[in-house]
């Protein structure tokens, strides 16, 4: 495994002081979010790494990492829109505090207009004009305080093993079931590429999915955007792998 891999420059979540804690439902729905939030942090991660060895003047390859920038800002989008329109309303009603939440969509306003920009850049961006300097200077632009947000959250999650385990392990199924509902052909190939099954050592089956997902991820819903899912730093069954476009020197 090559020394630049899709762990930096932002940090992962660790979940072992609290994911073996069966006490309270918190903690389980701490865990699973963390490893939510690890794949898109590997993901980006992934995007800065590669960004500016994307040969430029390969208009396909430019046009393939440009679809795998808008596939992560796309999960994005969907995960933080279902956690502020169902999740984040359940968890108040649950534990009977308005806006407990708050401080957490808070921080998704913090880092949304530079995510915002990233996600326009990737849009609209010509293979021809593709400039990997200015992505990386959009990415530096919010990835602090999207890091921010994606940690703190988890100690929040945590701090709700005060309130009714049953009604927060359910809550949190709903949003799991939500979450799943989206576009299968551009989510579904970037969360298994991202999903790194020996994280931890091991310990963690997630996405939590029948044996023969993968194999369906693999032949039906990789093929509109084969060319994209080259970039991911894990194969389809989770398993790690080099970057295409990395070197130790791709940090700076």
């Given at each position: 495994?090559?020394?630049?891999?899709?762990?930096?420059?932002?940090?992962?979540?660790?979940?072992?002081?609290?994911?073996?804690?069966?006490?309270?439902?918190?903690?389980?729905?701490?865990?699973?979010?963390?490893?939510?939030?690890?794949?898109?942090?590997?993901?980006?991660?992934?995007?800065?790494?590669?960004?500016?060895?994307?040969?430029?003047?390969?208009f396909?390859?430019?046009?393939?990492?440009?679809?795998?920038?808008?596939c992560?800002?796309?999960?994005?989008?969907?995960?933080?829109?279902?956690?502020?329109?169902?999740?984040?309303?359940?968890?108040?009603?649950?534990?009977?505090?308005?806006?407990?939440?708050?401080?957490?969509?808070?921080?998704?306003?913090?880092?949304?207009?530079?995510?915002?920009?990233?996600?326009?850049y990737?849009?609209?961006?010509?293979?021809k004009?593709?400039?990997?300097?200015?992505?990386?200077?959009?990415?530096?632009?919010?990835?602090?305080?999207?890091?921010?947000?994606?940690?703190?959250?988890?100690?929040?999650?945590?701090?709700?093993?005060?309130?009714?385990?049953?009604?927060?392990?359910?809550?949190?199924?709903?949003?799991?079931?939500?979450?799943?509902?989206?576009?299968?052909?551009?989510?579904?190939?970037?969360?298994?590429?991202?999903a790194?099954?020996?994280?931890?050592?091991?310990?963690?089956?997630?996405?939590?999915?029948?044996?023969?997902?993968?194999?369906?991820?693999?032949?039906?819903?990789?093929?509109?955007?084969?060319?994209?899912?080259?970039?991911?730093?894990?194969?389809?069954?989770?398993?790690?792998?080099?970057l295409?476009?990395?070197?130790?020197?791709?940090?700076s």
């Amino acid at each position: 495994m090559s020394p630049q891999w899709a762990d930096q420059p932002l940090s992962l979540i660790p979940t072992l002081p609290f994911s073996k804690n069966t006490s309270h439902s918190a903690y389980y729905v701490a865990t699973q979010m963390a490893l939510a939030h690890n794949g898109m942090i590997r993901g980006l991660n992934s995007i800065y790494l590669q960004a500016l060895q994307v040969p430029a003047s390969d208009f396909s390859t430019v046009r393939d990492f440009l679809t795998y920038c808008q596939c992560w800002c796309e999960s994005m989008h969907h995960h933080h829109d279902t956690e502020e329109e169902q999740f984040f309303p359940e968890i108040e009603k649950i534990t009977g505090i308005p806006e407990l939440m708050e401080a957490n969509v808070a921080q998704h306003r913090a880092f949304t207009p530079g995510f915002e920009a990233f996600d326009a850049y990737a849009r609209s961006c010509h293979p021809k004009d593709y400039d990997g300097k200015k992505m990386k200077e959009l990415i530096d632009a919010f990835a602090a305080p999207l890091h921010r947000h994606l940690v703190d959250e988890i100690n929040t999650l945590k701090a709700l093993d005060k309130y009714d385990s049953e009604g927060i392990r359910l809550a949190y199924k709903r949003f799991e079931k939500s979450a799943m509902n989206t576009n299968k052909y551009r989510i579904g190939p970037l969360v298994f590429g991202t999903a790194d099954r020996a994280f931890e050592g091991g310990i963690h089956n997630f996405p939590p999915v029948p044996f023969f997902v993968p194999y369906v991820i693999r032949y039906a819903f990789e093929r509109p955007h084969r060319g994209a899912w080259r970039f991911s730093p894990c194969t389809t069954w989770r398993d790690r792998r080099d970057l295409l476009f990395a070197s130790a020197s791709n940090t700076s």
